[in-house]
Structures are given as structure tokens and as C-alpha cells.
């Protein structure tokens, strides 16, 4: 009778020490990572709120785009409030989201689906996001 009430027990604290080991490895698991979203220097943030009003769009395609600033479009998101495309140079990959500006000046306007408008010294263009061409 007392071996039981002493493995019950046992049993017990077992479990009680299982649980506090996990709680901890998740508390210390949480606090390791980085949640918030990362930096790139090469990436200004626009303190202009109000967006440019423009008819004066030039459409070029994604090919034309890799080859004349040097980036490639790997990929978009289209939020309700966020909206972004991932660029891509050399083996960089950069999170481009509206209003923000690469330090060469290229800097994403609005995201449109099926197209993404930019600027770039005073230019205006606008890609297809849909077709490769």
C-alpha cells in the first residue's frame, strides 16, 4: 500500500518536472527569437504619407526590369494593409513594402494586382506581376 502511495507520488512529480521543462524550453524558445521584422540598410523608409497621383505609367516587363535595375521580382504579397514584393540581387533577397525605397532610389508606390508601380528618379513605371513578360 505505502509502494503505491510512494509511486503515485513519484508519477506525480515526474509529470510536474516534464511540464516545467517544457514551459521553460518554450519561454526560452519565444525569448530567442527575433519576432520583430528586420532592417536591411539598403532599404529607406519614405516619411512622405500621401501617395503620387499619376497617370504617367510606363509598362515594362519583369526582363526589362531585371536588366535595368538589377533586381528580380522572386515574389509579392498583397495584404489588406501591407503590401509588398521580394526582390532579389545577386544572393540578397529584399522585402520591399509600399513606400519604401531602395538606397539606389527605387521605391515601390502600390501594388495593384495584377501590376506593382514604382518610381525611380522621377519616373514612373509599372509591372506586370502576373506574366513573365
Known sequence: MQIKKNLRYLLWLICIL?????GFRLLFAINGQNL??????EIIID??????QTNAYTAISKEAFDSEYDFKIIGYRIGKDRSSVILKKDNKE??????????????L????????????????FKINLENDT
Do not use: H, W
Request: proline fraction near 4%.
Open 109 to 124: 508606390l502600390e501594388i495593384k494586382f495584377p501590376n506593382a508601380e514604382f518610381e525611380y528618379a522621377g519616373d514612373f
Open 47 to 52: 516619411q512622405q504619407d500621401s501617395p503620387i
Open 18 to 22: 516534464m511540464i516545467v521543462y517544457a
Open 94 to 107: 529584399f522585402v520591399l513594402y509600399k513606400g519604401e525605397q531602395l538606397a539606389n532610389g527605387l521605391r
Open 36 to 41: 520583430e521584422r528586420k532592417s536591411y540598410q
